[in-house]
């Protein structure tokens, strides 16, 4: 399984930018986008299951939207209203029965 993930870049605090991360596998149980701040650990942001339920961390309720395209196979990540703390290298991530799958990172980094 491979994971292809895109659309990391530099905004302005109360911008927006929007992550997708497309698979070459059959659909996964759930996949998700995790990021890490230099000299912390990789914290999930956002998943989504087969059956559509979404999950959030705290801080980016409100403002983050995990979404997917089946047919595309990919997942969306659309940040708004993001701020400087939201800076990190952000990993798609996918779950399947026989294990667990990486992206490679994209970096968003927002100024104040």
């Known amino acids: 399984v491979q994971l292809q993930a895109s659309g990391g870049g530099l905004v302005q605090a109360g911008g927006s930018l929007r992550l997708s991360c497309t698979t070459n596998?059959?659909?996964?149980?759930?996949m998700g986008w995790y990021r890490q701040a230099p000299g912390t650990e990789r914290v999930l942001v956002a998943s989504?299951?087969?059956?559509?339920?979404?999950n959030y961390e705290d801080s980016v309720k409100g403002r983050f939207t995990i979404s997917r395209d089946d047919a595309q196979k990919t997942i969306y990540l659309q940040m708004d209203r993001l701020l400087p703390e939201d800076t990190a290298v952000y990993f798609c991530?996918?779950?399947?029965?026989?294990?667990?799958?990486w992206g490679q990172g994209t970096l968003v980094t927002v100024s104040s």
């Open positions: 991530h996918a779950q399947r029965a026989d294990g667990s799958y």
């Open positions: 596998g059959a659909w996964i149980r759930e």
């Open positions: 989504i299951v087969r059956d559509g339920t979404t």
